[in-house]
């Protein structure tokens, strides 16, 4: 049996639909690592820009949560610091969620 030019397109969108899907799941599984580093990068870029990076430490050690480093952000930003939209979300989730090497930005006491 052949298959008809309809029945062949629409293979062909379907093995197209799963090559995009392989890609986006290959992405995701890069994005730990390369989240990791863009954290300690925009925390100390960011917040190092105006202050010393260790002002946010306190509040890392209280685990204060993504509300709160909303507010905090929005306030930085209108103080003048230049982060995009896209910026100020990671930089919140950093913050309220930080991994090892956004604590290791602060001293051990």
Request: glycine fraction near 6%; charge should be positive; proline fraction near 4%.
């Amino acid at each position: 049996m052949k298959a008809t030019t309809a029945q062949t397109a629409k293979m062909a969108r379907n093995m197209f639909f799963l090559a995009g899907m392989a890609a986006a799941a290959a992405l995701l599984q890069a994005a730990p690592a390369q989240a990791s580093e863009e954290c300690h990068e925009l925390v100390r870029n960011k917040c190092g820009s105006c202050h010393f990076v260790t002002y946010v430490c306190p509040r890392i050690a209280k685990g204060k949560g993504a509300m709160s480093w909303s507010g905090v952000v929005k306030d930085m930003v209108k103080e003048g610091m230049a982060a995009t939209e896209q910026e100020q979300e990671k930089i919140v989730r950093c913050l309220a969620e930080p991994d090892a090497k956004v604590k290791a930005l602060c001293p051990v006491k």
